[in-house]
Structure formats: structure tokens, C-alpha cells
């Protein structure tokens, strides 16, 4: 799935995987997964929106990444866990 490889290929990833278990990566990978098909439901609701779905989700942690800068190593696990989740979590209400 391109989208997942992308998805490891940032920098937030490779931080948070750096700093996790593998039951915490399992974790958030399937929580990923999971969002990720919710949000290809969102074109559904609002087909003529840009696209909202996991690509754009992977987007926002490389940006997320980005602005972090060097201060990227100092967060925790639990804090990349957190910002990974929540990016790909962010435009889960548009789906009704």
C-alpha cells in the first residue's frame, strides 16, 4: 500500500518507531489502518472537497515532522504515537 510506505518514510514515523515497542507501533499501525479506510468514506459525504483521505493524512505528519525541526528527538513515544493518530484522526467527522 503506498500510502503506508509513505507513511514510514517521514521523519515523525521514523522518530516514533526509533522510540517504541513493537506492541506500540502494532498499535498505532492498526489504528492508521483503520482511519485510513474510514477516511476514503469521506468523498462519499463531500464529493466535490479536496481529497481528505490517508494520503493527506500522511501529509500532515510530515508537515508535523517539519515543524517539529531538531526537536523531533526529544519527543517520547508516546508523544509521536499521539501526533500520528491524531493527524490521520483530524478529519474523521466528516464522514456521516
Keep these: 500500500m503506498p500510502t ?3 507513511l514510514t518514510q517521514t521523519r515523525l514515523w521514523e522518530t516514533f518507531a526509533a522510540k517504541a515497542d513493537d506492541q506500540q507501533r502494532l498499535m498505532v499501525r492498526n489504528l492508521v489502518d483503520g ?8 468523498r462519499d459525504t463531500f464529493p466535490a472537497y479536496t481529497l481528505h483521505n490517508a494520503l493527506h493524512s500522511v501529509n500532515v505528519v510530515k508537515l508535523m515532522g517539519e515543524l517539529l525541526g ?3 528527538e526529544e519527543i517520547t513515544a ?3 504515537a499521539v501526533l500520528i ?3 490521520y484522526l483530524h478529519d474523521s467527522g466528516m464522514v456521516f
Design 85 to 87: 493518530i491524531s493527524a
Design 78 to 80: 508516546l508523544e509521536g
Design 4 to 6: 503506508d510506505a509513505n
Design 35 to 42: 482511519a485510513g479506510a474510514h477516511l476514503d468514506l469521506i
Design 70 to 72: 531538531p526537536r523531533i
